[in-house]
């Protein structure tokens, strides 16, 4: 299907035509167009055009004004204020236009990005042998929705999930498990995500227990640890079924998100152990890096302690060892100059940005970061108790990620069974229905909220029909459905030739607007703008179902079959929108 011009593309067309007929400087001038609440758009921009061609911008706004073609699209263009347009569209513009799209449902006529590129989005950074929590919540969602977005925009996303997998921990995990060889035999041939991270969980306490008692196996696990780096088989053996072992808890728990996580998109620490020695190498010799007290270090003129002093970016310890900031740059090379991306984007706890600031720089002055490739630190807040403060349990531990998706999916089940009066679901159905309920309500509690903001994690507000929830969307969506079902043999039909009562204009230039909201969203990475959209279109549409009757009292029936084709179109943007935040659209509610 081809792409459909959106109304404020058309009407944004002929002003600009209009303006540089006008005036011969005001050719390829924004006429800064926008909704309205006076008509349906406004344009401002020849205020500031008049000032810069030192002429009344009311006597320009009224030559643009007879410049400006009438009757198709634009019905009625008026001259307001010391120079505003305001400018009302005809209701067979937004009909056809409506139509157009609906005839699209797979992207409902919205375009592709005029020069993709190629994106790598790190997110939802687990760590081996340890159970994720809510703070590992953020950054799972918030990426998964980024990633969906860009695809959505024709945008080559590579997924990258960069688990904790080296480090010190694990010579002691693998010491322990050498010397206690079955602690981690399965007595089952199945064993669930959350059995094998309970196993790793138990384990790794007891080898934290021995670690901190016995002083010769704490130095037999150091040496581990030089094994592991050195790449001794059996130690990486060993290694690798923790990986293995925890990598079946993290599918687990992203199944239960409804996320799709693939094999090759997990590349750990250790995946980029190889050029650490190259990374450090090119660092030094370049003079990005210099040696401080025995230490690989970074310098930055702006980036100083309580004390007045320089902090640097530690590249290599005085040991020898490798910290964070060395498997980073590490991975900013690969993802540049093997995966040939144009963008990263890393979306992290915002309590890492100075990290990432200073890695960014070092890249920067490395040469592998420029023009023609840019970082981004997506930056999240934290998820906080109903208190405003960090989420934690009543014994003052982190929240287990899977007993907040449990408790949130037995929440919304009880909603489902509640709203089902009528017994039509069967159990299986509820439990179908609670789950996607469930989880779409987290999801949609992270995503409404700017993602650089905390927010307050309250499931009974979650999973209610009211307010700006995605029950309220969801809701929203399967009444649509509803309708369709019960409207018989009147089927959607577009009806350009018929007036639209102004909650129908309303619906119609909303729903128009999802192909830029889309483009903002992927744009700027920002979920939350197409969640608020998205709410707004639930909203009008519940507007418009109170004051335009579709089924009964039943209207006429041309009148019927356009409200029946608002009502689908409405059903098919939320669909997509919902979709594209990682949240379902269940059929009944």
């Known amino acids: 299907m081809a792409p459909v011009t959106s109304l404020t593309d058309l009407v944004q067309q002929r002003l600009a035509d ?14 800064l167009l926008r909704r309205s609440d006076r008509a349906d758009f406004q344009a401002n921009g020849i205020l500031a055009l008049a000032k810069k061609a030192k002429a009344n911008p009311r006597e320009l706004a009224t030559q643009v004004v007879s410049g400006v073609v009438t009757g198709d699209v634009i019905k009625d263009i008026e001259v307001s204020g010391p120079g505003f347009l305001n400018i009302t569209l005809t209701d067979s513009a937004i009909t056809e236009n409506l139509a157009a799209r609906y005839a699209d449902p797979d992207r409902l006529g919205v375009p592709f990005a005029e020069n993709p590129g190629t994106t790598v989005v790190d997110y939802a950074q687990p760590n081996v042998a340890k159970e994720m ?22 945008e080559t996303v590579v997924r990258r999930h960069h688990i904790g997998d080296w480090g010190t921990q694990f010579g002691m995990l693998i010491q322990y498990l050498d010397e206690h060889p079955h602690e981690l035999d399965h007595k089952d041939a199945q064993v669930s995500g959350e059995e094998a991270m309970s196993n790793l969980d138990r384990l790794y306490k007891a080898a934290r ?10 130095t037999r696990a150091r040496r581990r640890v030089v094994d592991l780096q050195a790449g001794d088989p059996h130690t990486l053996a060993v290694w690798q079924k923790f990986v293995d072992e925890s990598k079946i808890y993290f599918f687990s728990v992203f199944e239960k998100l409804d996320m799709e996580v693939r094999d090759p998109d997990i590349v750990g620490e250790s995946g980029y152990n190889d050029m650490l020695a190259e990374t450090c190498r090119l660092l030094e010799e370049s003079g990005v890096a210099v040696r401080s007290e025995g230490a690989l270090c970074v310098f930055f003129d702006d980036v100083k302690g309580p004390d007045g002093n320089p902090v640097p970016l530690i590249v290599q310890k005085s040991d020898g060892g490798y910290g964070y900031a060395a498997t980073d740059l590490s991975a900013i090379r690969d993802r540049v100059f093997n995966l040939k991306a144009n963008t990263l984007v890393y979306v992290v706890d915002a309590r890492q940005s100075l990290h990432f600031k200073m890695v960014f720089e070092t890249a920067r002055r490395a040469g592998w970061l420029g023009d023609d490739v840019k970082a981004h630190q997506l930056a999240f807040g934290t998820v906080l108790g109903k208190d405003g403060k960090p989420f934690k349990t009543r014994e003052g531990e982190t929240v287990k990620l899977v007993d907040l998706l449990d408790e949130a999916i037995e929440r919304a089940t009880a909603v489902v069974r509640e709203k089902d009066t009528l017994g039509q679901l069967s159990e299986a159905d509820i439990a179908e229905r609670g789950t996607q309920v469930g989880v779409g309500a987290v999801k949609y509690a992270d995503l409404s909220t700017s993602a650089n903001r905390d927010y307050k994690f309250d499931l009974d507000q979650m999973v209610s029909l009211n307010g ?71 909203s009008l549409f519940t507007t418009f179902y109170d004051q335009c009757p579709v089924i009964k009292p039943a209207p006429p029936k041309d009148i019927a079959e356009n409200r029946l084709f608002l009502s689908d179109v409405t059903a098919k943007t939320l669909h997509r929108g919902m979709a594209l935040l990682g949240i379902r659209t269940p059929e009944r509610l």
Not at 209 to 218: N, Q, R, Y
């Open 468 to 538: 700006d929830t995605s029950v309220y969307l969801q809701y929203a969506y399967a009444r649509i459905q509803s309708i369709l079902r019960k409207a018989g043999e009147v089927r959607p039909s577009a009806h350009p030739e018929l007036e639209l009562a102004e909650a129908e204009r309303a619906l119609g230039l909303h729903v128009d607007a999802f192909a830029e909201t889309a483009a903002e969203a992927a744009t700027e990475y920002a979920p939350h703008k197409l969640a608020a959209y998205l709410y707004q279109l639930a």
């Open 18 to 31: 209009a303006l540089a007929s006008a005036l011969a400087e005001a050719d390829g001038v924004d006429p």
């Open 133 to 154: 929590h809510v703070g590992h919540l953020r950054s799972a969602v918030i990426g998964d929705a980024v990633v969906q977005l860009l695809e959505f925009t024709g």
């Open 209 to 218: 227990k021995h670690f901190d008692s016995d002083e010769e196996f704490k």
